[in-house]
């Protein structure tokens, strides 16, 4: 089992930045890629990007263009989301989870509670 817990989220201007922190606790967390996903009010959870066990990989989806990046420390259990150059249209409910290194939610048996990202225009 792996419990997981986002922390971070919070009101920003456009143009700004943030760092998404996931917390894990129980065994084997370093044996587990570790997703990022969000969901918008009124639309669908969509993938954001996810990071290999060691950390060596991660790949993204196509809207994060370079802006957004994640990295692990498993030592501290942790994986962050930096958000950068944040734009209104990245307003959500962010979500890590822990599972297979893949772009579908259905991969990730673990979730987090989601933290809440506002970027204000």
């Known amino acids: 089992q792996v419990q997981l817990v986002e922390s971070g989220g919070g009101l920003v201007q456009a143009g700004g930045s943030l760092r998404l922190s996931c917390a894990a606790s129980?065994?084997?967390?370093?044996?587990?890629?570790v997703g990022w996903f969000r969901q918008a009010p009124g639309k669908k959870r969509e993938f954001v990007g996810t990071?290999?066990?060691?950390?060596?990989?991660?790949y993204y989806a196509d809207f994060v263009k370079g802006r957004f990046t994640i990295s692990r420390d498993n030592a501290k259990a942790t994986v962050w989301l930096q958000l950068n150059s944040l734009k209104p249209e990245d307003t959500a409910v962010y979500y890590c989870?822990?599972?297979?290194?893949?772009?579908?939610?259905?991969?990730?048996?673990?979730w987090g509670q989601g933290t809440q990202v506002t970027v204000s225009s």
């Open positions: 129980g065994h084997s967390f370093d044996n587990f890629a």
């Open positions: 989870a822990a599972g297979a290194y893949a772009s579908s939610a259905a991969e990730y048996g673990y």
């Open positions: 990071i290999t066990w060691s950390g060596a990989n991660q």
